[in-house]
């Protein structure tokens, strides 16, 4: 044990959270209402194990206790739906993870911009952006980055889909170049028309709707959608390996897509 109480390899619960709200600044970045970031359940208050996903679904959080978790970690909470009877299918993810003494902790909009933790600044790393910069205004927060590659739109789609394990859907010519490239991971693809205002040529996000694509089309703007959950296990990945670096805690990933 050390002076804490707390036997090696163990740490405290409260303060895993209090760095987590302090590197993500929750209380500065804005986000959804049915988002609520931060410590969403609480456990006994001590945890070894961390596991990282995408969404806090059920089978989620079965998996994340299978793994022997402590605390879950992930980009979209349990909240979403906003308020809701505890019955049915809420009522048996809350109780199996109470019962498992498992924590949850959610991090959305905070997780996709960080410049260093970020799904944003982690898929440009892997795409290799140069000469990066923050845009697309939100609240008064840029939930984007932009920067420039040096290839087509071919290399480009071989080089997502390699990144994200996964199918790209490109609208655009095949060997035009990339030019001034926006990534917003997620299902930014609602917002083609304003991400062609801010300067940019080519188009990276997770999802839109069927008329993002033939918008795209009219605006000349080049598009890859790489999948919303494909587009968001980077940062939650990332999170983890930085809590069991302050921790000494060990961690995993639960890989759970939806194929959107």
């Excluded at 970690?73 to 349990?78: D, E, P, R, S, T």
């Excluded at 308020?83 to 109780?95: D, F, M, N, P």
């Excluded at 694509?213 to 919303?228: D, I, K, R, T």
């Amino acid at each position: 044990m050390d002076d804490s109480g707390l036997q090696w390899g163990m740490a405290r619960l409260d303060e895993i959270v209090s760095f987590l709200n302090t590197e993500l600044r929750l209380e500065e970045i804005p986000d959804y209402p049915g988002a609520y970031n931060g410590l969403q359940l609480q456990n006994g208050g001590e945890v070894s194990r961390v596991v990282a996903a995408v969404d806090a679904s059920l089978p989620v959080v079965e998996k994340a206790v299978a793994a022997g978790a402590d605390l879950l970690v992930v980009h979209h909470g349990m909240f979403w739906q906003g308020v809701r009877q505890i019955t049915g299918a809420h009522y048996r993810k809350l109780k199996f993870a109470m019962d498992a003494g498992l924590a949850i902790y959610s991090a959305h909009i905070p997780l996709d911009v960080h410049l260093r933790l970020g799904n944003n600044a982690l898929l440009a790393d892997r795409l290799g952006l140069k000469n990066r910069d923050s845009f697309f205004k939100w609240k008064g927060v840029d939930l984007g980055l932009r920067g420039e590659l040096e290839m087509n739109l071919a290399e480009l789609k071989e080089l997502f889909s390699e990144v994200v394990e996964g199918p790209v859907l490109l609208r655009g010519e095949v060997n035009c170049p990339v030019g001034r490239l926006g990534i917003i991971t997620g299902g930014a693809g609602s917002e083609v028309e304003a991400v062609s205002a801010c300067g940019v040529d080519t188009f990276i996000t997770g999802e839109g709707p069927h008329w993002s694509f033939p918008l795209a089309e009219e605006l000349g703007l080049n598009v890859l959608y790489g999948g919303h959950y494909a587009t968001e296990t980077f940062g939650v990945k990332r999170l983890v390996q930085e809590i069991d670096q302050q921790f000494a805690t060990t961690s995993a990933f639960v890989h759970h897509p939806s194929g959107l």
